[in-house]
């Protein structure tokens, strides 16, 4: 069973960095690919980056692609967005996804599953 927790959030100054967790709070994420999707007021939900269970990752060809990194730790069942350079308009709910088995993940309408979000304000 699956239950994603995003974790991590907070609100920062222009110029931090943060780095979001994704955790299965029922188990593991062995096999799962993770997506980061991040939903801004007013906005509809994007795809920020993904990593499959090997590693191999995927971004958002948008303004984002250089500051984020998505990474996982298997052995500590865990994925991760790191960013960088935070900007006011990286202001959104950060999400994580996960797909069984995906080699490829970058649409928000492929998810098995989803988190309930983790808040990342960034004021200027």
């Keep these: 069973q699956v239950q994603l927790k995003e974790s ?11 780095r979001l967790s994704c955790i299965n709070d029922k188990g593991s994420l062995e096999h799962y690919a993770i997506a980061w999707f ?29 500051r984020y990194t998505v990474s996982r730790d298997n052995a500590r069942d865990t994925a991760y967005l790191q960013i960088i350079g935070l900007k006011p308009d990286d202001t959104a709910i950060y999400y994580c996804a996960a797909k069984y088995w995906a080699l490829k993940f970058n649409r928000a309408a492929e998810a098995e599953y989803w988190g309930q979000g983790t808040q990342v304000t960034v004021s200027s």
């Design 8 to 18: 991590g959030g907070g609100l920062v100054q222009a110029g931090q960095s943060l």
């Design 38 to 66: 991040r939903q801004a007021p007013g906005k509809e939900r994007e795809f920020v980056g993904s990593v499959t269970y090997v590693g191999i990752t995927e971004y958002s060809s948008g303004s984002t692609s250089d």
